[in-house]
């Protein structure tokens, strides 16, 4: 019972209430609609964005030498694009090197295995390992794994794939040249005072995105180095390779490492055998440790300000809205979304302090007592 009746300040209350929560709802869901309708354009900014946040401070170190604007932009967009195919070009140069001896390896550890299938205590006849790549293939073909459908699908992911590399490197090249300028542009299209708090905003995004990324990138760069050479040490092929998978998983939180670690461990069961392996398990869990305990906190520190149940969250929505994409870009998304709530949504600040004060006591007197301004 409501004390009252209905007709009550309570349920008026409580009715706007619901009818603002609804409206938020389906704006939030028309938009979702929306970005689903350009996802490989909208990804391909956002990448580019990402991307420039670190490249374009390179841009403005070669103006302040006196290197023209353009010329400073294709010079560190130019370089970018030969480091990435460089590092491409040798990793593909390893794998094809390498392909023949990890055939022959990965073939007498499969005999190996079946022979041990032959033996106490599973004793599995050889007429049913003979046929199992025939059950293999039959079930590939049955299922409808390879038809014209997937054909198409493929197809159709690698034109967007290649139109969306032509807009990332487009708006790449732009943000690098003239990024600096954007806030002026801002200005001048919303006004001034709307431009500054815009402008506050978008600044702060973008020196957290950058000092994430830069963080991040270090991070993987010592986890693929140790991880890699470990595997040289063990001679697990392809290390290079494994080495910089390591590193490209960084960007991924929490799974994009173990994924890795993974992948490396099935690398060295299949052609160097199950003692190797275990020690690759054993080196990847050392190095994930030392990444967490030391690594992350130091270079990352408290750039993104999120709470690892916030990046849990937000790693689940961007994988299922964007997919790997989604995973890579979430945790930026979600650091630039708190900043944005911080700066145009009253009390989300004072929410900020509160979690500052549970996750690091040590820093409450801080946030109580600000030192004031010289």
């Known amino acids: 019972m409501i004390p009252g009746g209905a007709d009550t300040a309570f349920l008026e209350t409580a009715g706007v209430v619901c009818l603002r929560i609804l409206a938020v709802a389906a704006v939030a869901y028309i938009g979702y609609l929306g970005f689903l309708q350009v996802r490989p354009v909208a990804l391909a900014i956002i990448t580019a964005?990402?991307?420039?946040?670190?490249?374009?401070?390179?841009?403005?170190?070669?103006?302040?030498?006196?290197?023209?604007?353009?010329?400073?932009?294709?010079?560190?967009?130019i370089g970018a694009l030969l480091l990435l195919t460089m590092a491409a070009s040798f990793?593909?140069?390893?794998?094809?090197?390498?392909?023949?001896?990890?055939?022959?390896?990965?073939?007498?550890?499969?005999?190996?295995?079946?022979?041990?299938?032959?033996?106490?205590p599973f004793n599995i006849e050889s007429e049913r390992l003979e046929n199992l790549d025939e059950e293999?293939?039959?079930?590939?073909?049955?299922?409808?794994?390879?038809?014209?459908?997937?054909?198409?699908n493929v197809g159709g992911f690698a034109t967007n794939a290649f139109s969306g590399l032509f807009i990332a490197l487009t708006v790449l090249f732009f943000i690098c040249r003239d990024g600096d300028r954007f806030p002026q542009y801002l200005s001048a299209l919303v006004g001034a005072e709307r431009g500054e708090r815009l402008n506050r905003a978008g600044n702060e995004i973008?020196?957290?995105?950058?000092?994430?990324?830069?963080?991040?990138?270090?991070?993987?760069?010592?986890?693929?180095v140790l991880i890699g050479v470990a595997l040289a040490i063990l001679g697990v092929p392809l290390y290079v390779p494994l080495a910089l998978l390591t590193f490209l998983g960084a960007f991924i939180p929490v799974v994009g490492a173990t994924l890795a670690g993974v992948l490396a461990a099935a690398v060295a069961l299949a052609t160097n055998g199950l003692t190797t392996a275990l020690i690759v398990v054993v080196v990847v869990l050392a190095v994930q440790q030392l990444e967490g305990n030391l690594l992350a906190p130091l270079l990352l520190g408290r750039a993104v300000q999120l709470h690892p149940v916030t990046i849990l969250l937000s790693l689940a929505v961007g994988a299922t809205v964007a997919g790997i994409w989604g995973a890579l870009l979430s945790v930026p998304a979600a650091a630039?979304?708190?900043?944005?709530?911080?700066?145009?949504?009253?009390?989300?600040?004072?929410?900020?302090?509160?979690?500052?004060?549970l996750l690091h006591p040590e820093r409450a007197h801080e946030l109580a007592d600000p030192e004031p301004d010289p």
């Open 49 to 77: 964005l990402l991307i420039g946040s670190v490249l374009q401070p390179l841009t403005g170190r070669l103006r302040d030498v006196g290197v023209p604007r353009t010329l400073a932009a294709a010079i560190v967009f």
């Open 91 to 120: 990793v593909v140069g390893q794998v094809v090197s390498e392909a023949p001896e990890i055939r022959d390896r990965a073939t007498e550890a499969i005999e190996d295995f079946a022979d041990r299938l032959q033996k106490a």
């Open 136 to 152: 293999l293939a039959d079930w590939v073909t049955e299922s409808g794994l390879l038809n014209a459908d997937v054909a198409a």
């Open 206 to 224: 973008w020196v957290t995105t950058a000092s994430y990324l830069r963080g991040v990138g270090i991070t993987g760069l010592v986890d693929g």
């Open 336 to 357: 630039a979304i708190r900043i944005a709530l911080a700066e145009f949504v009253p009390g989300v600040q004072r929410v900020d302090d509160l979690e500052e004060e």
